[in-house]
């Protein structure tokens, strides 16, 4: 996991050379990362994740691409400490990242209605999370994509509210909420194995889906917009 963080930081310190005018064009203060915190609430069982930025958290969504293969995804990721069995995958090399999205081209939450208007397949544009595991990739230019594997792989785990991908992802179907400059999620400890010391950080970016392309990711990030600890070192703490 030290050597993912130490490309990434990288490529957040010295740049890229491969820049898009889409990536470009949702950099802006509601993906400029001014705090991030975990804290548990012990009495409930739960845990709330919450970005602050400069701006209005939320606001920006990405432009329908109108189609899947290379459909813009926006997200505010929480890269952790934590295991992929803590969050119900097998045991895997890569960061468990908590990641809240918004991409209006596909929906891959196919158990959750986020908009309550009882049609389960058209509310991807609504901010919700995903749990992840990221993996160096050196063909994007934000040098992170979400593990993938292949169908026939029988050793691979993944919970049973996964979308159906063949990445590391599961659509949990947590609350998301955005009020005024915060963007929170609610995690119940248990569905986490009642992990509440680990370290963690704030990150925005943008991302980008790949269907036609063997060679690109199904999934990768190409532009991180801000990084809370200033070089993904995962400083933060949970707080009681």
Do not use: C
Request: hydrophobic content about 35%.
């Amino acid at each position: 996991m030290k050597s993912i963080i130490l490309v990434l930081s990288a490529t957040i310190l010295f740049g890229t050379t491969r820049s898009w005018a889409q990536e470009s064009n949702y950099n802006n203060n509601d993906f400029t990362i001014k705090g991030v915190q975990v804290t548990n609430k012990a009495d409930l069982g739960i845990s709330v994740w919450e970005i602050e930025v400069a701006g209005t958290a939320g606001n920006t969504v990405p432009t329908k691409a109108g189609q899947l293969d290379g459909a813009p995804v926006l997200g505010y990721v929480f890269p952790t400490s934590l295991k992929p069995t803590d969050v119900g995958f097998n045991q895997t090399d890569g960061i468990v990242a908590l990641a809240l999205t918004s991409h209006p081209d596909f929906d891959d939450t196919p158990l959750w209605d986020e908009n309550n208007d009882q049609i389960y397949n058209n509310d991807g544009v609504v901010w919700h999370p995903h749990w992840v595991v990221l993996t160096q990739d050196e063909r994007v230019a934000g040098g992170l994509s979400v593990k993938q594997f292949k169908k026939a792989d029988e050793t691979v785990v993944l919970p049973p509210t996964n979308p159906g991908m063949p990445m590391y992802m599961d659509s949990p179907g947590y609350p998301v909420t955005t009020i005024s400059n915060a963007i929170k999620v609610v995690v119940p400890n248990y569905r986490m194995n009642n992990q509440t010391d680990f370290s963690y950080d704030g990150v925005t970016a943008f991302m980008r889906v790949n269907t036609s392309d063997e060679n690109l990711p199904m999934l990768g990030v190409y532009q991180v917009y801000s990084v809370a600890s200033g070089d993904l070192s995962l400083p933060y703490t949970v707080k009681k």
